[in-house]
């Protein structure tokens, strides 16, 4: 198990000079550059240290410093397919209004006895079972996702359906559609800082149920899915998280989101009949709103610059890169994305035709396809990016296997 009491002891190098041997922990990222050792120091808190000793002299245990790699993941959807000509016989749409807009085509949705859960235990399981890690080996499960089925997070729930009987930590990831790179670079933390051996990181989210199927606006984007990672520790030369760059800005919140609201109770009023503002009234949440023009052009403005800020503190160009992967909300971003950054569309990984935006799923959702498939193969390079309701967006560069 993890040694949770590790820590960086960080320097942290200038982007605009040759990187010196040693890590740079910023809110911008892990910058490395090729081929050096890192190296992760232990707190003091271990019995019987001896006091008044140098550094070079303490008999402290060190943490080697790790890197950490990508090697297995998983997927799994809903049963029910919803397509645009289905949409069209609820609202005023078409199959051609929406693909030529969107790029999407069909997205799946929970329902029946279908649950968040189930959905995002199969996507563990099957990433368990490609990485050959037992679940009583993680050290840390990631919940990545914005709809859980308990308000109180589902991270736990999920330890619990995949039998891990040992006491692995478990917490949720509240980031939308940045979610699945924000637990990436969780995870990453974990190993490096900690020691962590084993982390499952899994992206889920049922967005049809926070949907008004009457708005067509958005009831065209949004369907439901989960996926999953498993990143494990490894040596520093067998790095697979090159860096990263991550932002958020509460001024754009109001363009998406899906805030609380009161029900429509009647006010209770008491007897001398001033309304009373206790007990509060019960509370949910409203559907999803969205101002798609502003969406649009924040995705278009502020994530390839995400990815070149990323590239850079990897010391790559957009040439070094195999495979783009952005989350998938819209044709329209990923294609715009890929021209700034001059990727062509062969190198572009794209599912949102089948499955419409899937918020923190999609992009493991579509790593896993590509995976499967033979497209990604072990030692391709990755430059994914999430964005979203924050608004938050980031970017990491990534190695397979």
């Known amino acids: 198990m993890a040694n949770a009491s590790g820590f960086f002891t960080p320097s942290i190098p200038s982007l605009r000079r040759k990187i010196q041997p040693s890590i740079g922990v910023s809110?911008?990222?892990?910058?490395?550059?090729?081929?050096?050792?890192?190296?992760?120091?232990?707190?003091?808190?271990?019995?019987?240290?001896e006091?008044?000793?140098?550094?070079?002299?303490?008999?402290?245990?060190?943490?080697v410093s790790k890197g950490c790699k990508l090697i297995g993941c998983g997927s799994a959807v809903p049963t029910l397919s919803v397509s645009n000509d289905d949409l069209a016989k609820m609202v005023d749409t078409s199959?051609?209004?929406?693909?030529?807009?969107?790029?999407?085509?069909?997205?799946?949705?929970?329902?029946?006895?279908?649950?968040?859960?189930y959905l995002a235990t199969e996507a563990a399981r099957k990433a368990l079972e490609m990485a050959d890690v037992d679940p009583n080996d993680l050290?840390?499960?990631?919940?990545?996702?914005?709809?859980p089925e308990d308000l109180f997070g589902a991270a736990p729930q999920i330890q619990r359906e995949l039998g891990c009987t040992a006491s692995t930590l478990a917490y949720d990831i509240t980031a939308a559609c940045s979610g699945f790179v924000l637990g990436l670079i969780s995870a990453a933390c974990h190993i490096r800082g900690a020691g962590f051996q084993n982390i499952l990181v899994i992206g889920a989210d049922g967005l049809s149920r926070f949907v008004d199927w009457n708005d067509r606006g958005t009831c065209i984007l949004f369907g439901?899915?989960?996926?999953?990672?498993?990143?494990?520790?490894?040596?520093?030369?067998?790095?697979?998280?090159?860096?990263?760059?991550?932002?958020?800005?509460?001024?754009?919140?109001?363009?998406?989101g899906a805030s609380i609201?009161?029900?429509?109770?009647?006010?209770?009023l008491g007897s001398n009949g001033?309304?009373?503002?206790?007990?509060?009234?019960?509370?949910?949440?409203?559907?999803?709103?969205?101002?798609?023009?502003?969406?649009?052009?924040f995705a278009v403005r502020c994530v390839p610059q995400s990815i070149e800020s990323a590239l850079e503190k990897a010391g790559l160009t957009a040439s070094n890169v195999d495979w783009l992967l952005l989350h998938q909300a819209n044709q329209r971003i990923i294609d715009a994305v890929a021209t700034r950054l001059e990727f062509p569309q062969e190198q572009v990984i794209s599912n949102l035709a089948n499955y419409g935006n899937t918020s923190a799923a999609s992009i493991p959702l579509a790593?896993?396809?590509?995976?499967?498939?033979?497209?990604?193969?072990?030692?391709?390079?990755?430059?994914?990016?999430?964005?979203?309701?924050?608004?938050?967006w980031g970017s990491a560069i990534i190695r397979w296997g």
């Open 95 to 117: 199959d051609e209004w929406i693909s030529v807009r969107t790029g999407i085509r069909n997205r799946r949705v929970i329902s029946g006895k279908e649950s968040l859960k």
């Open 274 to 297: 001033s309304a009373l503002e206790f007990p509060p009234k019960r509370s949910s949440y409203s559907c999803i709103h969205m101002n798609g023009k502003e969406v649009f052009r």
């Open 51 to 63: 006091k008044n000793v140098s550094p070079s002299e303490s008999r402290l245990p060190k943490l």
């Open 27 to 49: 809110r911008s990222g892990f910058s490395f550059s090729e081929g050096i050792c890192r190296r992760v120091v232990c707190s003091s808190g271990i019995q019987g240290a």
């Open 367 to 392: 790593l896993d396809e590509a995976v499967r498939s033979g497209k990604v193969k072990p030692g391709h390079t990755i430059a994914a990016a999430g964005f979203g309701a924050g608004l938050t």
């Open 261 to 268: 609201k009161d029900s429509n109770m009647d006010d209770v």
């Open 224 to 256: 439901d899915a989960a996926g999953a990672v498993v990143v494990q520790a490894c040596d520093a030369e067998e790095d697979g998280l090159l860096s990263f760059d991550v932002h958020s800005d509460g001024e754009g919140g109001r363009h998406l």
């Open 139 to 147: 050290d840390l499960i990631l919940m990545c996702t914005s709809t």
